[in-house]
């Protein structure tokens, strides 16, 4: 082989070398370029899933508190129509007692026994609550003359002596005592000028006597 053939055959060799170190770092690089690419692409999966998961996560919390806030209005709301039927429901009762209760107030000033004692229930009041003389006693036009002295001698040994009484037309029943500008109402429509602290009374006595016979 002559000297010429010999060198080309060692830059052939050199060529080659380099040609596969060329290759070799290519390939490496690739495989970095690979690896570094799915890498990424595993991060960017990982960080989706998590957005995802984050934004199912508050989607469920809002969902959550959506239908949380729906029940606790449609509680609120059942509970005001049923606080509505109730006060409808007791409304109703006392449109119906409170005729009654006058009825039945009446049936006792026209019972002579009941309207003694009315009448000296409202004298008591009067007497621990006034403290001037010269009491003007109203009274309906009907008061008979029994009654009349009734009062009279259940104060003739008091200091409230010699009353005048006085009969008005707007008494129904009961009595009315005045004395420089003092009231004491102890008239039907007195008795019954309360009406709400009556009627709240009666619902609660009603209702007592439901649970009782319930």
């Not at 609120?76 to 606080?83: D, E, M, S, W």
């Not at 449109?95 to 409202?122: F, G, V, Y």
């Not at 009907?142 to 010699?162: C, M, T």
Request: proline content about 2%.
């Amino acid at each position: 082989m002559s000297a010429s053939d010999s060198e080309m055959q060692q830059d052939n060799e050199t060529l080659e070398h380099l040609l596969g170190v060329v290759v070799e770092n290519r390939e490496k690089r690739c495989q970095q370029v690979r690896d570094k690419a799915h890498q990424q692409a595993a991060d960017i999966t990982r960080q989706a899933h998590a957005r995802s998961r984050a934004r199912m996560h508050r989607h469920v919390i809002e969902l959550r508190e959506k239908y949380r806030l729906r029940i606790s209005s449609a509680n609120a709301r059942n509970q005001t129509l049923l606080r509505q039927q109730h006060q409808r429901e007791d409304r109703a009762m006392l449109d119906i007692a409170w005729p009654l209760l006058r009825e039945a107030m009446t049936a006792l000033w026209n019972e002579p026994e009941s309207r003694s004692e009315w009448l000296q229930a409202a004298l008591a009041d009067a007497s621990s609550r006034l403290r001037d003389h010269g009491w003007h006693i109203e009274h309906s036009p009907g008061l008979s003359e029994e009654d009349q002295k009734l009062i009279k001698r259940l104060l003739s040994h008091s200091r409230f002596k010699h009353p005048k009484l006085v009969a008005v037309d707007d008494i129904e029943a009961g009595i009315r005592i005045r004395t420089k500008g003092t009231v004491v109402d102890a008239t039907l429509e007195g008795l019954l000028s309360q009406r709400k602290a009556i009627e709240a009374v009666m619902l609660a006595r009603i209702k007592q006597g439901v649970a009782n016979h319930g």
